[in-house]
């Protein structure tokens, strides 16, 4: 069980938006930044969000992120068939002195 | 552009060790963390721990402290990691990443390198 807590999957249609959750505690997200990476099939994870909202240079706006509490959040608008992959959050855990993930959400554009 | 190279696949029988490298360009090594972080066929992304280039401190996740060694020689600013003991369970994608700030966030990945464990 992943001290982070995200959807195994999530579906929308191409143009629509969707959001991601995910859920830690206040040793975790409550204290600390969350970020965000996407990882295509096959290749390695990939920077979308860092500090809870900040999209570092040539991720496009149609990737946000939000924090709220102890729950961050990953919005994706305008939804395209290249978006389809695996989304990790990820935080410091301060408790257990170790970086933790997110299950992963596997994201599919029907 | 900043750039973080993996050394390539490996197979290891049950019992034996491993040392993946990772060499980093672009950027001052001494300057940002390197983390570890693992993926098992069809699981998701488990951190192994960190080192500091700047001075070797280390911090490694509870489950891999004892089989684990992360070092840096920073004369060619690449990172090393070495698990001892291999079991079939090690068996995974293994991936450097730098690390921002006081274990902020993980930018740039490296490649990959997969181990496989088996008899």
């Known amino acids: 069980q992943s001290v982070l807590t995200q959807p195994p999957s999530v579906s929308a249609a191409p143009g629509q938006k969707v959001t991601i959750s995910c859920s830690g505690s206040s040793s975790n997200i409550g204290n600390n930044y969350v970020s965000w990476y996407q990882q295509l099939p096959g290749t390695a994870p990939k920077l979308l969000i860092y500090e809870n909202n900040k999209r570092p240079s040539g991720i496009p706006d149609r990737f946000s992120g939000s924090k709220s509490g102890t729950s961050g959040t990953l919005g994706i608008t305008g939804l395209q068939t290249g978006d389809e992959a695996d989304y990790y959050c990820?935080?410091?855990?301060?408790?257990?002195?170790?970086?933790?993930f997110g299950g992963g959400t596997k994201l599919t554009v029907l | 552009q900043v750039q973080l190279e993996q050394s390539g696949a490996e197979v290891k029988k049950p019992g034996a060790s491993v040392k993946v490298s990772c060499k980093t360009s672009?950027?001052?090594?001494?300057?940002?963390?390197v983390s570890w972080v693992r993926q098992a066929p069809g699981q998701g992304l488990e951190w192994m721990g960190w080192i500091s280039p700047y001075n070797g401190n280390t911090n490694f996740a509870q489950n891999l402290r004892g089989r684990v060694t992360m070092t840096t020689d920073t004369s060619t600013s690449t990172a090393y990691m070495e698990l001892r003991s291999l079991r079939s369970d090690d068996t995974a994608v293994y991936y450097c990443?730098?690390?921002?700030?006081?274990?902020?966030?993980?930018?740039?990945w490296g490649q990959g390198t997969l181990v496989t464990v088996s008899s």
């Open positions: 990443a730098r690390l921002h700030g006081d274990f902020d966030w993980f930018d740039p």
């Open positions: 990820g935080t410091y855990d301060t408790s257990l002195s170790a970086w933790v």
């Open positions: 672009g950027y001052t090594f001494t300057s940002y963390g």
